[in-house]
């Protein structure tokens, strides 16, 4: 329980927070615990900015800038209690639900299928500890490693997983080291494994560092090699998803509220999504079309931007769209991607905004919550290094003349004010498990605002997806889903990668790079 208190990660609190609201049930009751959020965020927003205001010289502080920030806040402050009486006197579980309790073992146990087990990872300053529960027992074991090593063992374990490393094999020391992951599976899995041997469903809860380790991608057997004499040799690699279909989780008690708030509403339409956006206002808007035309010439590309920095796209406070225009390739083959999930789900034409119509105008005007699936199919961008401006973003249409309501990114702030009760998002662009800030911990960024908006698990990618690989990998997950509607979101996906993974028609289709960049987060079950 000590552990399960001090691993509290921001995601997690996100999930938290969306549970309170749906327990809530009644509409207004629900208006007012999101107000009360809404409100405590902006404040902790306020005064973090002011704090920085006040710290500049005096002949760089603007003055009346701050006065307004203090008054917002007092209003707030007078606000946010009139709210609490409210809350207290019609929802008495408010403070239960907000803040819960940690989970014995029993109670865990009794959330579990017979074919589930589920991993907590976590590390302290001076140790990590892997504690692995079924529905027969548990087992923990200590790591040995301290939370500030385990970042630099993350970060070595990642290397590698970069689309432009994987030409060939020439390259040796710049591949995706068999042996170095075989060595973090024995350290972090290892000494618990028996426990696990069995269970389909693996069920992770990583914190720290740990959020942004892909765990399909440890290596459960020693390897002839730490790099195969060629991408091929990648093929026979005992990787973990060969045992196991891996969900990752906020944190332990998540489980209980992802499980507890499953929709039960069936009036709900299948999926909305947005793709195929245009980053140049000028061009040929055409592809707002589903299954219109796409020029042949149009290759591959990564779903990211590379070598660039994120900071470069702004220009005052907003976006220069010449720049972003200029180093963002299109990606028709999302309109492809959304259109074959479309015909998979029985999506009406309406609900696919492609081209122009990819907008933030248009995500944030629709009914969101209408929709079990919110599909996002688009470059992503990570967090730079100007504080308070950079954060995780989608791209979405380019707009000709930018506004507050749209500038074209729509950010993990714009993010957490949506309003959506949806089964699954899916982030089928580059790094969507990204911090909020360079060097924070994974899922603080958009997977956070996306399960605080009202989504009970997230298909989320660990580094610069490759874009055809993406479609491959999105649109067969959904086919075996169609195929299997009991088979669940974490085992589809497990299913598409290895089958991606076997096919020996391209010698790079064995490298990892391109047949595993995508993490299911949250609830992994079809329920």
Not at 100 to 114: D, F, R, Y
Not at 193 to 201: A, D, H, I, V, Y
């Amino acid at each position: 329980m000590a552990i399960q208190r001090g691993t509290q990660s921001s995601a997690a609190s996100a999930v938290n927070k969306l549970a309170v609201r749906l327990a809530a049930g009644n509409d207004r009751l629900a208006e007012l615990v999101r107000r009360d959020q809404d409100l405590a965020t902006e404040a902790e927003a306020l005064d973090k900015a002011l704090v920085a205001a006040v710290s500049k010289e005096r002949s760089k502080r603007d003055l009346a800038a701050e006065q307004r920030s203090k008054a917002r806040l007092a209003a707030i402050s007078s606000e946010r209690p009139s709210l609490q009486k409210t809350l207290s006197a019609e929802f008495p579980d408010y403070a239960a639900l907000s803040n819960p309790l940690p989970m014995t073992v029993k109670e865990i146990q009794s959330l579990l299928s017979g074919d589930e087990a589920m991993v907590l990872l976590t590390a302290t300053v001076k140790d990590s500890y892997a504690i692995a529960i079924t529905r027969e027992g548990f087992d923990w074991s200590p790591i040995g490693r301290g939370s500030e090593e385990m970042y630099k063992l993350v970060a070595d374990f990642r290397r590698g997983l970069d689309i432009a490393n994987a030409g060939d094999a020439s390259g040796k020391s710049t591949l995706f080291n068999l042996e170095f992951s075989h060595w973090m599976y024995n350290h972090l899995l290892g000494r618990v494994e028996t426990r696990l041997k069995g269970k389909r469903s693996l069920l992770i809860v990583p914190t720290g560092a740990l959020t942004a380790l892909p765990f399909h991608l440890l290596v459960t057997e020693k390897p002839p090699a730490a790099i195969p004499e060629k991408l091929d040799g990648y093929r026979d690699a005992a990787w973990l998803l060969k045992r196991h279909a891996v969900s990752v989780l906020p944190s332990v008690t998540s489980l209980k509220t992802l499980r507890a708030i499953a929709r039960r509403d069936q009036t709900t339409k299948p999926m909305t999504g947005f793709g195929d956006p245009l980053f140049n206002p000028l061009q040929d808007s055409s592809g707002d079309k589903r299954g219109a035309a796409k020029p042949a010439a149009i290759k591959s590309a990564a779903r990211g931007v590379t070598n660039v920095a994120y900071t470069d796209f702004w220009q005052g406070a907003g976006v220069d769209r010449a720049r972003l225009s200029r180093v963002l390739s299109q990606l028709p083959d999302t309109a492809d991607e959304l259109n074959a999930v479309a015909k998979d789900l029985g999506v009406s034409e309406s609900d696919i905004h492609l081209g122009e119509n990819a907008s933030e105008t248009t995500v944030k005007r629709a009914r969101l919550a209408d929709y079990s699936i919110v599909y996002f199919a688009t470059h992503g961008l990570v967090a730079g290094d100007v504080k308070g401006i950079a954060e995780p973003s989608l791209v979405l249409s380019i707009p000709k003349q930018p506004s507050e309501l749209d500038d074209g990114l729509l950010t993990s702030s714009e993010v957490a004010q949506l309003k959506l009760n949806a089964d699954w998002v899916v982030l089928s662009a580059c790094n969507t498990i990204a911090g909020d800030k360079p060097g924070a911990e994974a899922l603080s960024g958009l997977a956070r605002s996306f399960f605080y908006a009202g989504a009970r698990a997230l298909l989320v990618s660990h580094w610069a997806v490759d874009s055809a690989a993406a479609t491959r990998l999105t649109t067969s997950t959904f086919d075996r889903l169609k195929a299997d509607p009991k088979l669940g979101r974490a085992e589809a996906l497990r299913q598409s990668m290895l089958a991606y993974l076997s096919d020996a028609s391209s010698p790079r289709n064995a490298y990892p790079a391109f047949w595993a960049p995508f993490a299911l987060i949250g609830e992994g079950a079809t329920r």
